[in-house]
């Protein structure tokens, strides 16, 4: 999926936001990686808290637009783990 629209109702169906993190690449560069978080509490709900995973949430708007920035898709996997990747748009289409 490439339009904005469908990926944040394929998200917010499954109770998903948008977070971001830091990481580096293979130059050493900081660069951002996206992710999707997903609400496990409701599978859950006597869940002592995770460790922090290094995610931090953010708006649809930065994280789409980040998305853009990087050429990114979201291919979704149905039935399967991980049920979602962000790959190349070239890869996509």
């Given amino acids: ?3 904005h629209k469908d990926i ?3 998200v917010s169906a499954r109770r998903g936001q948008p977070a971001i993190s830091s990481v580096r690449d293979r130059l050493g560069e900081m660069r951002a990686k996206l992710t999707l978080s997903f609400d496990k509490r409701a599978e ?3 869940a002592a808290p995770s ?3 290094g995610l931090s949430p953010c708006s649809w708007t930065a994280w ?4 853009d920035r990087q050429h990114l898709a979201l291919k ?3 039935g399967s783990q991980p049920e979602y990747e ?3 748009r070239r890869d996509y289409n």
């Fill in 76 to 78: 979704v996997n149905p």
């Fill in 51 to 53: 460790i922090d995973d």
């Fill in 1 to 3: 999926m490439v339009r």
């Fill in 44 to 46: 859950r709900p006597q």
């Fill in 86 to 88: 962000l790959v190349p």
């Fill in 8 to 10: 944040r109702a394929w």
């Fill in 64 to 67: 789409l637009a980040e998305l």
